[in-house]
DNA sequence: AAATTGGATGTAATCGATTACAAGATACGC
DNA sequence: GCGTATCTTGTAATCGATTACATCCAATTT
């Protein structure tokens, strides 16, 4: 006898509310009251369920509440699914907030794919969450999402959808703060400024494009399309590989890059150091996001921060507010937060 | 008359089986049978069900599907919630092979907080999910833990726990993987070399740590205590500064740095620059990981791949396999991976 | 033509919680 | 001492699907 046995839980097995009911001597009602409104039953009648509770080790069946309650406790976030650390602080604020509430944060990827798209509509109709956050940068294409209302509440991140409405909004002012870099790197002395836009048909990357364009129009600087690099598929290194590639082949480069991400910047510094051409001393580079690595990246990079985690809290906020007003047509919210220029390393003024 | 007018969906609010029966002119019990098997159902039945499920937008509900058949089809990740650009891909490949199979894939992140450790061990209880991945690298401090057999099967991913049993654990061969590194270093004619260790509590640390002092003493280089960096709280870029000035601070330096992680590395890679120290120049330094950035970083990261995609999708599949078995005793599995030394331009040989 | 077989379908119980309503107990006022 | 208001508790319906069992009908066998 060399140890004492380890006492095994006092109960094996699901536990339900009728267990619990029988061993405090009440009705399932009365354990469900002392659970959703202690001050409606006797002092004398919570204890005794409180005990019985903790005797069996109860957890209420949440398929069985849900059932019930028409809800689910659960919300939807649709990522793209590549790229996906930039995408990991809203993540985080979105679970922080809505685990503090009770909810649980149920992930999908669509990866731009159609079926992936029908597959987590399926999710939404079947009644399986309460509400819809889309960090993809649209709308999956699905019935679900071509008539307003919808089944619950939804919410766009990052990205907005002209001539679409029925969702709350939460986006930067790219425009503004695309604007901003242009007439920094303008301040600095450069002229012939190129920019590596995103893909050409993401909303952001549109507004990042026309606020560089925007900034050169104002500056007298003439625009010129040899400089406006498109072509990118995405927010990645790849895109700013392509577009060393293009700085490198130039007859006469550009002296300052505007890459339309920090991913892109990153690749596009990497490609061009292959060839010794070194940021910032032989051209000034910037970004557009403010990854955690553009503190960390050599040389550390000058972009424009995009407060990612505050677009989370502030969505998941939103949604809560939505998701318990019930069926009622809540109101929507469009929220446009500015971004910030981060002046580090990777730009210089032109001697 | 400008525009044909938008025609709404033929039902809405919620369609049950019930409206799918009626229409139909059949009982649910067929409608349920024409959906779980087609094949017992007349074809005429199928027919007339199938037309009134696509005339009214029928999606079954989730809860009461739960409610009866006692699953969710949900498996909950427990992540640590800090880091995380480094979990993606197992996220990333959990996600691919659980939502290929029908299963929804909800997040946690338990910042390793214990009250956040129990709001998830009560999700479990509660019959939310059907399975728990743990990658969090240890168990939460729940009863629900403290006893096996679990009441849903459990999954182990990046890091074992030595004393418990009744889950599968997925992870890489870390003390091998940080001997091969530390002799690469050594082959590189390396005898100063420190290892910045992660977290002391931290069982992979351990590992990598043991693995480079058994390199040492193959190579019968006496083990200086003076050069193994331990104080990091996280595998984070933090560590890898405090690592720097420990570095810049000594009489006499290390040749050769082996951090236990990429983001280590990075850390100390730009804390050493800021004192004008260069990589690989002035010394060696190594990663482990192989995390997206290494291959960008500048210089490219000398580093032990560690196949996270491949932990998270064979991970998926145990789990899956012993989900579908029911309330068996599946055996469990213990998977161990090896990692691949990949040379780039961080580390080189002493003169 | 009657008996038997098998397939298709319907009826109703079931999963585990919540909650409207009913009933019982207690206290209070007259 | 009795009626009424208030508070506590129990009974039973309900949420929406699945499924064991019963029933019905047509095809096959004798």
Avoid at 22 to 47: F, K, N, Q, W
Avoid at 162 to 190: C, K, Q, W
Avoid at 237 to 246: C, D, K, Q, V
Wanted: charge should be neutral; aromatic fraction near 8%; charged fraction near 25%.
């Amino acid at each position: 006898m060399a140890e004492a046995p380890v006492k095994p839980p006092a109960v094996r097995g699901p536990v339900t509310i009728q267990d619990v009911a029988r061993r405090a001597g009440v009705s399932t009602a009365t354990v469900s009251r002392a659970l959703a409104m202690p001050d409606r039953v006797t002092d004398a009648t919570r204890e005794a369920v409180f005990a019985a509770i903790r005797e069996t080790g109860y957890t209420p069946n949440a398929a069985a509440r849900n059932l019930r309650a028409k809800t689910t406790k659960m919300v939807l976030v649709l990522l793209p699914g590549i790229g996906n650390s930039f995408f990991t602080p809203i993540l985080n604020a979105l679970e922080e907030v809505f685990s503090e509430a009770g909810y649980g944060v149920l992930i999908g990827y669509t990866r731009q794919d159609r079926s992936r798209e029908t597959h987590y509509a399926r999710v939404i109709r079947a009644g399986q969450v309460d509400g819809v956050l889309l960090v993809t940068g649209h709308l999956p294409r699905d019935e679900e999402f071509t008539h307003f209302p919808y089944t619950v509440p939804v919410s766009l991140l990052l990205s907005e959808m002209p001539g679409y409405s029925g969702f709350s909004v939460f986006d930067v002012e790219n425009r503004a703060a695309a604007r901003t870099m242009t007439d920094y790197l303008i301040g600095l002395g450069h002229r012939r400024i190129a920019h590596i836009a995103g893909p050409t048909l993401n909303p952001e990357a549109n507004e990042r494009m026309a606020g560089y364009r925007e900034a050169l129009a104002a500056a007298g600087i003439p625009f010129d399309p040899g400089l406006l690099w498109t072509g990118a598929t995405n927010f990645d290194f790849a895109s700013g590989e392509a577009a060393a590639r293009r700085f490198l082949d130039s007859t006469e480069r550009p002296t300052a890059v505007f890459a339309a991400a920090d991913e892109i910047a990153f690749g596009f510094l990497r490609a061009i150091r292959s060839a010794g051409v070194v940021a910032p001393r032989d051209v000034s580079v910037a970004g557009f996001d403010d990854t955690e690595y553009a503190f960390h990246y050599d040389p550390a990079l000058t972009t424009m921060h995009q407060p990612r985690a505050e677009i989370g809290r502030r969505s998941a906020e939103d949604m809560l507010r939505r998701m318990r007003a019930g069926g009622d047509p809540e109101p929507t919210v469009r929220v446009r937060l500015p971004c910030a220029l981060v002046i580090r390393e990777s730009a210089r003024r032109l001697d």
